[in-house]
Structure formats: structure tokens, C-alpha cells
């Protein structure tokens, strides 16, 4: 029921919205907006028996995607913008549920006005809670809404720059620091991953543009931080001091695989609450 609420129908979207099915069908092609989940609707709908559903979120990414049209931006460079990435699966530490990415045909049956799909699968958009994946380069590959919001404090998906979606460089970003007092620590906690893949000479290659006071920091960081260790799950604790004076704690949990890492945020406010 919890995840209910963070959901929203295509039937509801197409009325918020007031974009026609057929482009709501044509951004899910094009992997702009998730593949929906598809089930039976929460409200009864005469003649509907399954109907999909988003995460509430896709309303926003509408609304820029009208923007940057309006902009003048192609329907091509805006689909460059949410990328797909493969296929994962996990099923243990606060990830309960099996996380497939995009990989199925869905399409809308005019008669009905809902969504008809192959499978019914869950995609890593529907995540209420802050989530990314890095890539071996050190790159976010994807990441949420919330993760933007609450950790990185910038729009990251909207970087087409590859080498400026690097993780550090994120980090070492001014207004970064302007909002995160304690931003060497999630440079240290990223470092660790790092160590367990790569020696200290790689860290200059880490970014286009890397200057030499960065390489310096990264690498002293390097030398007192102990490797990741190579279990798949991994469970740690970060604290983000933020600049006003407020503390958000949580419980980071990150799955290893073979295309990256991912990395979940659970506020431990909200663990306590639900315990």
C-alpha cells in the first residue's frame, strides 16, 4: 500500500498532463519515461481490467520535456537526456522487490484506454528513495529524482557531458559544497570503490579536465581510505551535514554488478519511523 501512493495512473497522466496516449506511448519508446507497471486499476474503470502505472514523477519529466521542445531542443537530443541502462536484479537489504530495467514492448489499446504490456515488471524509477548507478568509470548511468534532490543537489540527468556525470567531479562541484559541509566524506565512502578496482596512478584519468589540487585531495583520500569489500551487498552509514545547520543521516545500501554499482539511500528517520 506504501508504494501505492507513489504511483500514478497513464489514465490520470493523460488528464494532468493533457498530452494525447499516442505520445505518451512515443516517450515510452524512446525510453524518456519508464516502462509502466501494469495492474489492475486502484479505482474501478467500466471495461478496464489492467490499466499502468508510473511513478508520480513522470509528470515533472513531462513538463520538461515540453519545455526543452519549446526550447527547441529535437525529440531525439531530450530521449538522450533519460537513457536506458541493462538489466539488474536484486533481492536483499531494503531492495525486497526483483528491479528489472527497461525491456519490454508497451503500447496502448485505443479501445480501452489503457496500457497492455508483455510482462509485468518494476522498474528501477519507481524507487521512492534516493537511488543511482555508477558506472565503472565512475559515471552515473542513471539516477532518480529523489537522489538528484536529496544527495547531489543538481539535475545530473540532464548532463549530456558523459565525463561531467563523473562522481568526483560531481562532488568537487562549488555549489555542491555551498549546500554539503562534510562533501569530503562521500568523496571518501566513492573512493573506496575505487581502491578495490584500481591503483592511485588511475586517478588522474578520472575526468577530462581533472586539475592538479583534485588529483592531490583524491589521492590522499586514496591512501587512507581501506578497499570496498568484494561481497555483492554492502551496508554503510552516511551522514550529510548540511551547510544550514540541519543533518540528513541514512542508510546506504549498494549492490555490485557487472555494469556498476548502485546505491540506495534510506533515511534512517524513515527506517525508525517503520519500525
Known amino acids: 500500500m506504501g508504494a501505492e501512493k507513489h504511483l500514478i ?55 520538461t520535456v515540453k519545455r526543452l521542445k519549446k526550447d527547441g531542443q529535437s525529440m531525439d537530443e531530450i530521449a538522450g537526456k533519460f537513457k536506458s541502462v ?45 537511488a543511482y548507478l555508477m558506472n565503472y568509470n565512475f559515471e552515473i548511468a542513471w539516477i532518480n529524482h529523489e537522489a538528484e534532490v536529496k544527495v547531489f543537489r543538481q539535475p545530473v540527468s540532464v548532463i549530456r557531458d558523459v565525463d561531467s556525470r563523473n562522481i568526483f567531479k560531481l562532488l568537487f562541484n562549488w555549489e555542491f559544497h555551498s549546500r554539503v559541509q562534510n562533501w569530503r566524506d562521500l568523496i571518501t565512502f566513492h573512493m573506496s570503490f575505487v581502491k578495490s578496482k584500481y591503483s592511485k596512478t588511475w586517478i588522474e584519468k578520472l575526468y577530462k579536465g581533472i586539475t592538479e589540487r583534485e588529483v592531490s585531495l583524491l589521492e590522499d583520500i586514496y591512501d587512507r581510505v581501506s578497499s570496498s569489500a568484494k561481497e555483492s551487498i554492502r551496508e554503510s552509514s552516511i551522514n550529510l551535514l548540511m551547510t544550514d545547520g540541519t543533518t540528513e543521516s541514512y542508510k546506504v545500501y549498494t549492490l555490485s554488478f557487472r555494469e556498476g554499482i548502485l546505491f540506495a539511500y534510506a533515511s534512517v528517520e524513515g527506517l525508525l519511523r517503520k519500525g
Not at 90 to 100: D, V
Not at 107 to 128: A, P
Request: no cysteine; glycine share 4%.
Open 9 to 63: 495512473s497513464s489514465k490520470e497522466i493523460l488528464q494532468k498532463t493533457k498530452i494525447s496516449r499516442a505520445t505518451l506511448n512515443n516517450y515510452i519508446k524512446m525510453g524518456i519515461l519508464p516502462r509502466p507497471m501494469v495492474q489492475r486499476p486502484k479505482d474501478a474503470i467500466k471495461g478496464v481490467k489492467k490499466i499502468g502505472y508510473f511513478p508520480l514523477e513522470v509528470v515533472e519529466r513531462i513538463e
Open 86 to 130: 541493462p538489466i539488474i536484479e536484486a533481492k536483499e537489504k531494503g531492495l525486497e522487490s526483483k528491479i528489472w530495467f527497461q525491456d519490454r514492448i508497451v503500447g496502448f489499446d485505443d479501445r480501452t484506454d489503457q496500457i497492455y504490456s508483455k510482462e509485468v515488471r518494476l522498474t528501477l524509477d519507481y524507487m521512492s528513495f534516493p
